[in-house]
């Protein structure tokens, strides 16, 4: 295929450097926002006396008729070209003669790959913001379906304190919602448009780039030409946003590989997101929540990747900067294959409330509560954390629980002790009783439940 740059040299380049140059592999993905942009362009060309209005008109026609040739399947983009940009061009320029050559004034590939870059991560990062709310409203269902379920919570992987289910699953509800606002606070940097910055250093033609940049819904334009063509911190704004989000469901992931094991059997996880082992019958292994943790440190990888490669290039444009769209491509479709299960995955679960209520009971997490009604007596709290590990000491070397400790026992350690003390530790007494505002108990756990209805709306309207 003829190269449209050839004239400084004869355009001949061995096929290995083809291949090795070419990008049509990875950027054909973003034909649409590639022939939307060049569409918008030659609209501003005509309006602008740039180019006759006649031919802006025959351009545009034909821009759309090779946009609608590809969705339905009738044009194949030859994997020959060099990029997507040069695709779309050779096949105007076969279609409409001379006049598809004028779509090229006062532009360069450097813009217009950063114009289409954006967009396409613009339209991206919109659908992952859709899936994480998808996630948001799992939860905050799930949160309320188990408002009333006691689980131990952990801390350092040990038992802690009694907690309600849902509060638990609530907390990944608000990372999340965290996660989309990051991805809506980056698509404000995104929404920048570069078209009209040219190589680097803007045009000698008369253009309207704000024109332009309003009909592909840019909320304003870059201001220096060298950095519009050079900037990539959109795509490390976003991979560093989706990062933080695998982290996330990455902690989650591994909390249900937990949960699910035979050691916790807090939860089990459908049929359709298991595996058997090839050997070992009674297997069940959460192999998709492994591949979410696995996958984590692949979107990692493409973080690293691009912020290794922009590290030491010069203004303006450099062509290592090809190697942007790969990396920040392989984020967007991993996170959003990760998130595509897990909801589902979650919607499916089993949860075995009769299993974690038993955790709860066997692990002491209530000792807490038996230090505060100590407080509630009249001892300082370090006297009351003293006696309080006395007596779990004592019913840990004599296979009791704080539960079913005789009072006369309790009496030994302290004569503050009567009756009153078994509802002060009671499981579910002692969860219910946290009412601080973001605390465990139920009533706490549907107020957050109702803030995040309203955090949802917001997001939705």
């Known amino acids: 295929m003829a190269k449209l740059w050839a004239g400084r040299t004869d355009g001949t380049t061995d096929r290995t450097a083809d291949d090795f140059n070419s990008s049509i592999r990875v950027d054909q993905r973003m034909y649409y926002e590639d022939i939307s942009g060049s569409i918008a362009h030659a609209d501003m060309l005509g309006k602008q006396g740039i180019i006759p209005a006649e031919?802006?008109?025959?351009?545009?026609?034909?821009?759309?008729?090779?946009?609608?040739?590809?969705?339905?399947?009738?044009?194949?983009?030859?994997?020959?070209?060099?990029?997507?940009?040069?695709?779309?061009?050779?096949?105007?320029?076969?279609?409409?003669?001379?006049?598809?050559?004028?779509?090229?004034?006062?532009?360069?590939?450097?813009?217009?790959?950063?114009?289409d870059t954006r967009m396409y991560l613009r339209k991206e990062s919109g659908a992952i913001r859709n899936l994480i709310l998808d996630l948001i409203e799992v939860l905050k269902k799930a949160g309320m379906q188990y408002r009333d379920t006691i689980l131990p919570g952990y801390t350092h992987m040990q038992r802690a304190q009694p907690i309600m289910f849902g509060h638990h699953l609530l907390a990944y509800a608000m990372m999340l919602l965290r996660d989309y606002d990051r991805l809506s606070d980056g698509e404000k940097r995104m929404n920048v448009s570069p078209i009209g910055a040219c190589a680097l250093a803007g045009t000698t033609y008369p253009t309207?780039?704000?024109?332009?940049?309003?009909?592909?819904?840019?909320?304003?334009?870059?201001?220096?030409?060298?950095?519009?063509?050079?900037?990539?911190?959109?795509?490390?704004?976003?991979?560093?946003a989706l990062s933080i989000l695998m982290m996330h469901l990455s902690r989650f992931s591994e909390e249900l590989i937990l949960w699910s094991s035979w050691e916790f059997g807090f939860v089990e996880l459908s049929d359709a997101y298991t595996t058997g082992s090839s050997i070992m019958p009674q297997k069940k292994n959460p192999d998709m929540a492994e591949l979410i943790r696995g996958?984590?440190?692949?979107?990692?990888g493409d973080l690293m990747t691009l912020l290794t490669t922009m590290k030491g290039l010069p203004l303006a444009y450099n062509k290592d900067m090809q190697e942007d769209k790969e990396p920040v491509f392989d984020a967007v479709d991993t996170v959003k294959l990760?998130?595509?299960?897990?909801?589902?995955?979650?919607?499916?679960?089993?949860?075995?409330e009769d299993n974690m209520y038993a955790a709860a009971q066997r692990g002491f997490i209530n000792a807490t509560d038996l230090a505060d009604y100590l407080v509630t007596k009249g001892l300082p709290f370090r006297e009351a954390y003293k006696i309080s590990g006395a007596i779990v000491s004592h019913c840990i070397a004599n296979g009791q629980v704080l539960?079913?400790?005789?009072?006369?026992?309790?009496q030994t350690f302290s004569d503050v002790f009567a009756e009153d003390l078994y509802d002060a530790i009671d499981l579910r007494n002692a969860v219910n009783r946290?009412?601080?505002?973001?605390?465990?108990?139920?009533?706490?756990?549907?107020?957050?439940?109702?803030?995040?209805?309203?955090?949802?709306?917001?997001?939705k309207g």
């Open 338 to 352: 990760c998130l595509g299960i897990l909801t589902p995955m979650l919607k499916t679960m089993k949860v075995k």
């Open 208 to 240: 309207d780039r704000d024109y332009e940049a309003q009909l592909l819904g840019f909320d304003r334009v870059a201001m220096n030409s060298m950095d519009a063509v050079s900037d990539r911190d959109f795509c490390l704004e976003l991979m560093s």
């Open 403 to 410: 539960e079913t400790l005789p009072l006369k026992t309790y």
């Open 55 to 115: 031919a802006a008109d025959h351009i545009i026609a034909a821009l759309k008729e090779i946009r609608s040739d590809i969705e339905t399947g009738t044009l194949e983009i030859d994997p020959a070209a060099e990029d997507i940009h040069m695709f779309v061009e050779q096949v105007l320029t076969g279609r409409i003669g001379a006049e598809g050559k004028m779509l090229h004034t006062a532009r360069s590939r450097n813009d217009q790959v950063a114009l």
């Open 295 to 300: 996958k984590t440190g692949r979107v990692y």
């Open 434 to 459: 946290r009412t601080s505002k973001g605390g465990t108990s139920a009533a706490s756990v549907e107020e957050q439940c109702s803030w995040l209805d309203a955090q949802l709306a917001a997001r």
